[in-house]
């Protein structure tokens, strides 16, 4: 049984960090891609970074690119997603995702709330 556990949200201030982890299990973890979304209230749920299995290639989206940073550590089947300089505009609730044996799975999501 595929479970993605995401923990880490919470409420800073504008500038701040927060890092959020996604803790999987259930499927090859070494061996799959995983990425991290995000749906903001009223809009679609987009995508903000993904990592190889083996940790070597990471993308984000621009909008965050300079300020997030993606890693994995395979031994613990956790995904890390750092994020710095943090801005109003980062608020949402924030998803793990990996795709396995031909089907999409998503964690519970953790909800960041960047507020003065």
């Known amino acids: 049984q595929v479970q993605l556990v995401e923990s880490g949200g919470g409420l800073v201030q504008p500038g701040g960090s927060l890092r959020l982890t996604c803790t999987a299990s259930g499927f090859p973890f070494t061996d799959s891609l995983m990425t991290w979304y995000r749906q903001a209230p009223g809009k679609g749920r987009e995508l903000v970074a993904l990592?190889?299995?083996?940790?070597?290639?990471?993308n984000y989206e621009s909008f965050v690119q300079g300020r997030f940073t993606i890693s994995r550590d395979n031994a613990e089947n956790t995904v890390n997603l750092q994020m710095n300089s943090l801005k109003p505009e980062d608020t949402a609730k924030y998803y793990c995702?990996?795709?396995?044996?031909?089907?999409?799975?998503w964690g519970q999501g953790t909800q960041v709330t960047i507020s003065s």
């Open positions: 990592i190889s299995g083996s940790g070597v290639f990471k």
């Open positions: 995702n990996t795709f396995s044996g031909g089907k999409d799975y």
